[in-house]
């Protein structure tokens, strides 16, 4: 590739990344095991992709390529850590009937305002409770805003995974909301 | 469909993941079932607060910086040497960015967007304190009411220097300049019969939503109805401090 080549690919990588940097930041912020890693994470990751973008086409989304190779980064980062991926966990795609039995009849009519700080302190711990992967298609989803298909292709899991582990994740989250309200009914 | 039915598709139809037959069949058992209308609107709430909070964070700009100078480390010497092609990509590169970044926001964001960067560059400032002089009040039309201009909000950090009478996309709005702590953050009310000139705001407060946010450039900007005005903040500030200063707006002579 020649300096000018080179030049404007920094440039319009540089265009498409900006826009999206602090959702990557949040997002790899969330996922690492350890706190300190993510600078790590979210530096090689878009090394990694700047060195990569001649693959990038544009019919693809920037932002679900990115989400793809930070979540590499940050398996093999937490993997390094002692921790492993637990994709293993295969998901019936007929999940789908199964998951969107959800649970939350009244108990969901939550009047927000009133939880606040205990709120916040339940959402954090109920996310590191998590496993990586139901953490990773729920941030995926809240942060990256991607769809179900894109989400499947980024982790390379089946449509109905990511319906169960989204439905999982989302569960544990309305259950740590509820501890937090009935706590501060206490 | 019937209640159970369409309770399986909460989550699909919340992120618009269902295909467009079972999405109208959920809508139209909503519109004839407040029960559940209210469980998906309290599923959607819930949606809401948990994206606040894992979106919620400083963005840690000395290491994008650092980041971004790996990836376009000697631009200035190249520049030099093809400075036309380099002064016309950058020009096709920044429109092309503004374009995508506009795209993704509200259209009353972008509209506001230039008056708080005025105020932001003290190209503005304010024009009056206190009562509104009557040589302004008599430039409103039947556009804006003095009343436009009583709104604040209640939080003790907002500090006003003083408002003016503006416009954007050619409606006349009543524009707060002031503070939170050390940041500038711009207050702007209009009439809430306005709003038919920002369609994309008027139908993101009509769906439910009590505040609408977005980008607005490089600050963060909500809105909401308050009486019978849509009061808007802007600043640097994050989104949730803006959603929760625009909480506490009341009108003062109220």
Known sequence: MSNQEQHSGAGRFLGLLQPIESDLENYARRMVFDRRDFEDALQNAVLRAFRAFDRYHDDASFRAWMFKILTNEIFAINRKRGRVAQFEVAVDPEEIEEFADLEFASEALISWETLADALDEELVAALQSLSQSERAVLLMRAIGDLRYREISECLGIPLGSVMGNLSRARQKMRDAILRARKRSWL | ?254
């Open chain 2, 1 to 254: 469909m019937k209640c159970a039915e369409v309770r399986k598709f909460v989550q699909l139809y919340l992120d618009s993941e269902l295909g467009t037959k079972e999405s109208f069949e959920v809508e139209q058992h909503l519109e004839s079932c407040a029960e559940c209308a209210g469980l998906f609107e309290a599923e959607k709430k819930f949606d809401e607060r948990l994206g606040r909070f894992v979106r919620h964070g400083e963005m840690t700009r000395s290491l994008w910086e650092k980041i971004e100078a790996q990836i376009a480390p000697s631009g200035s010497r190249r520049i030099k040497a093809f400075w036309p092609l380099a002064v016309a990509a950058s020009l096709v590169l920044a429109t092309g960015i503004v374009f995508f970044t506009k795209s993704r926001n509200l259209d009353l964001a972008n509209a506001v967007e230039e008056c708080h960067s005025a105020y932001v560059h003290q190209i503005t400032t304010p024009e009056f304190r206190g009562a509104v002089p009557e040589k302004i009040a008599q430039q409103f039309g039947d556009r804006l009411d003095t009343g436009a201009f009583a709104y604040r909000p209640s939080e003790p950090a907002f500090t006003s220097n003083g408002a003016r009478l503006c416009h954007v996309e050619g409606v006349p709005v009543a524009l707060i300049l002031g503070h939170c702590a050390e940041t500038p953050v711009s207050m702007i009310v209009l009439k809430k019969s306005e709003l038919d000139h920002f369609p994309q705001t008027k139908r993101k407060l009509e769906s439910g939503d009590p505040i609408a946010c977005s980008r607005s450039g490089r600050f963060q900007f909500a809105a909401r109805v308050v009486d019978d005005h849509v009061v808007c903040v802007v600043g640097d500030e994050p989104r949730a401090a803006l959603e929760d200063l625009l909480r506490t707006v009341r009108r003062a002579d109220g």
